[in-house]
């Protein structure tokens, strides 16, 4: 997390100031070969704007990467769990009695317990095996076609 709160000390802005031979020379550090022919100069300068944040940020993650990799292969990707933020909260009725788990720092909060997970919350809450992201309505099951 401190990565993403990591002041960039690149001068973004000052990218569009340059002239488009600049700009092919930086891409040439960058990528080892020409950029493509027929982007504009602002285009050009906005990726390699992009690609100087990666450099200095990181990329997308392993996990983003492998999800983006196979919905490229035709793959239909299997639902994703929203990233909750700590102070949200998540209620369930289960067997008539309503159940609140609120998003810490830590993972979840249940009863005064901190969980890792919400699979370990929705197992104690049934006594069986649950997909918390799914028990808790974040992901819904796919109906057979």
């Known amino acids: 997390m401190a990565r993403r709160n990591r002041k960039i000390e ?4 000052g990218l569009l100031d340059k002239s488009r031979d600049e700009l092919v020379a930086i891409w040439m ?3 080892a070969t020409k950029p493509p022919r027929g982007l504009s100069q602002a285009f050009l300068a906005r990726l390699v704007a992009y690609d100087l944040q990666v450099g200095a940020r990181g990329g997308i993650s392993p996990r983003l990467e492998k999800r983006l990799l196979s919905m490229a292969a035709g793959e239909t ?9 700590p102070g949200a909260q998540l209620m369930r009725t289960w067997n008539g009695v309503t159940h609140r ?8 909060r249940y009863k005064e317990e901190t969980y890792a997970s919400l699979s370990a ?5 049934t006594g069986t095996h649950w997909s918390g992201p799914r028990f808790f309505g974040l992901i819904t099951r796919k109906k057979a076609a």
């Open 77 to 85: 990707p299997k639902p994703c769990a929203p990233k909750l933020k």
């Open 121 to 125: 919350i929705a197992r104690m809450i």
């Open 10 to 13: 690149i001068d973004l802005e």
């Open 29 to 31: 550090a960058s990528f």
């Open 101 to 108: 788990v609120d998003v810490v720092e830590e993972g979840y």
